[in-house]
């Protein structure tokens, strides 16, 4: 009789969820293991995009655990992830890559429990196994009537009974899914849909009045509230990332986590007992996220470390970081270390002159080590550069440094008469951090679009000769020795003026 009336309204009301209808017990189980903690809103665009990356059982085997953590990154509970990886593997060696179908076999995988094995068994094969999750665990409760803790194990075995009892013999894996489909939208957690049930002739809460105080639950212990500083640890235009060993969050990577540090200082210490020697440079702000046992109350500080040596964990570029798996409990931080990690481009003062003038040495020596004598790349001092660079705002020239984690790492100097960029160095340490391309992008907005523009660069700089072909610059004839028995030459490269739409003035 439930049966019946339930599968009559599961036809006609039934959720349209992006993983329904699917038969294959590969993506059943990806779907019930994402949905297990997880609102069904917020599964559908992760559950497509992971069965993109890993089509089948075997592509999810093969898989590095880095790439499904990865693929993972953003709906928690990262053991859920790390367990249908490892059970993965476990079905192509154990069965063969044949999907278990009974109950038993699939509660054996890594990260199955009751639930999971109920519904994949019912959904893919068929098996008349109760899918006894938080929907079904409430309508059953409200309808028969079970007015005790529902999360005593007797309890438990009572509700089971009772959804053995009403499961047909055919449509199993439809009666699993009508019962979720009826406690998400119609027998919902407080006030249900009463007149829009189809189990109301039957439901005993319905009857008696008290639908709103099933299922009986005892009050859950608050979650443990944790004190956490974060360190953003910079060194070079990298930061210093870690993957945790821990089960909380395993095999993620996180920024320097400090339990009960309780300010910069203490911060600082437990970062010197991990081997990390670091300076601190300012509070970044507080964030705090929830786990179902525990808070974490987090605070994130900026510090400068002067090497990247260290006994664990490692310094990462923005683009490294950006690829590695970050959980959720790390978004503020994560936010505050992409701001930290991207380069900023302000007009050159003076305060900042003597570490752009560094940078600037530093760099033009690399380029020109080559082929030019000691003697000569020793003429290039940072007061000698920054006699230059004055120069350049002697003549009206736009002389910006460029900075990264707060530090002066390079130069630029544009000619907006001319129309050229003049000068473009970066500190060798500081390079290939994108710093460049930034200070291109920016160097094109200040310059005049409509007419060409100009750029002179070494001829051996390979690496500068890309930038620039990235951003539309080609060579033209001009090609000047500036040194011929060295074989240092310069070349003139244009970016042609770009077409702009003009409109007629009626
Ligand atoms: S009648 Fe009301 S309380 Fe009973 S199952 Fe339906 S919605 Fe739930």
């Not at 443990?224 to 930061?239: D, F, K, W, Y």
């Not at 320097?256 to 910069?264: C, I, Q, S």
């Amino acid at each position: 009789m439930l049966s019946t009336l339930l599968l009559a309204w599961y036809d006609e009301h039934k959720r349209s969820l992006p993983f329904r209808g699917a038969g294959d017990p590969y993506r059943i189980w990806v779907s019930e293991i994402m949905l297990q903690q997880t609102r069904t809103e917020t599964v559908g665009a992760y559950y497509q995009r992971f069965l993109a990356q890993f089509p089948d059982v075997s592509a999810l085997a093969e898989a590095p655990e880095e790439a499904v953590l990865k693929c993972w990154e953003g709906l928690g509970y990262y053991s859920r992830a790390r367990n249908l990886h490892r059970a993965a593997k476990e079905i192509m060696e154990k069965h063969g890559g044949a999907f278990p179908r009974t109950v038993e076999e699939l509660r054996a995988l890594p990260g199955v429990g009751d639930y999971t094995a109920a519904a994949v068994a019912s959904i893919a094969f068929g098996v008349p196994a109760p899918a006894m999750d938080g929907n079904l665990t409430r309508v059953l409760s409200r309808v028969h009537g079970v007015r005790q803790d529902v999360g005593q194990p007797s309890v438990k075995r009572e509700l089971l009974n009772w959804a053995r009892q009403d499961m047909p013999k055919v449509r199993c894996g439809d009666f699993n899914q009508a019962l979720m489909d009826l406690g998400a939208t119609v027998c919902v957690p407080g006030t249900p849909e009463c007149d829009s049930c189809p189990l109301r002739p039957l439901c005993s809460a319905y009857r008696e009045g008290d639908a709103e105080d099933l299922p009986i639950k005892a009050a859950a212990k608050p979650p443990q509230e944790i004190q956490l500083a974060v360190a953003l640890i910079t060194c070079r235009g990298r930061i210093w990332m870690t993957q945790r060993k821990e089960a909380l969050l395993k095999g993620l990577w996180v920024y320097a986590l400090l339990e009960d540090a309780k300010g910069p200082k203490e911060a600082q210490e437990a970062l010197k007992s991990r081997g990390i020697h670091a300076a601190f440079q300012k509070e970044l702000g507080a964030a705090r996220h929830v786990f179902t046992h525990r808070v974490w109350n987090m605070t994130v500080y900026h510090f400068q470390a002067d090497t990247m040596s260290c006994r664990e964990g490692r310094f990462v570029s923005l683009a490294e970081m950006r690829a590695l798996p970050i959980p959720t409990a790390m978004r503020a931080a994560r936010e505050h270390a992409v701001r930290l990690l991207s380069p900023e481009i302000r007009p050159l003062k003076e305060a900042a002159l003597p570490a752009a003038a560094q940078a600037y040495a530093e760099s033009w020596k690399k380029s020109h080590a080559a082929h030019c004598t000691e003697a000569f790349l020793a003429l290039h001092t940072p007061e000698r550069m920054a006699d230059t660079l004055r120069g350049h705002q002697a003549k009206g020239r736009g002389v910006f440094a460029l900075y990264l984690t707060g530090k002066a790492v390079g130069v630029l100097v544009i000619d907006q008469a001319q129309n050229e960029l003049v000068s473009l160095y970066v500190h060798p340490d500081f390079q290939g951090l994108g710093i460049g391309g930034a200070a291109v992008a920016f160097a094109l907005k200040q310059l005049d679009e409509r007419r060409d523009m100009k750029v002179t660069v070494l001829q051996s700089n390979e690496a500068a000769i890309r930038l620039y072909e990235a951003y539309g610059f080609c060579r033209i004839a001009e090609i000047r020795p500036l040194d011929e028995a060295r074989k240092l030459f310069e070349e003139d490269r244009i970016r042609p003026r770009q077409e702009t739409e003009e409109k007629d003035e009626a």
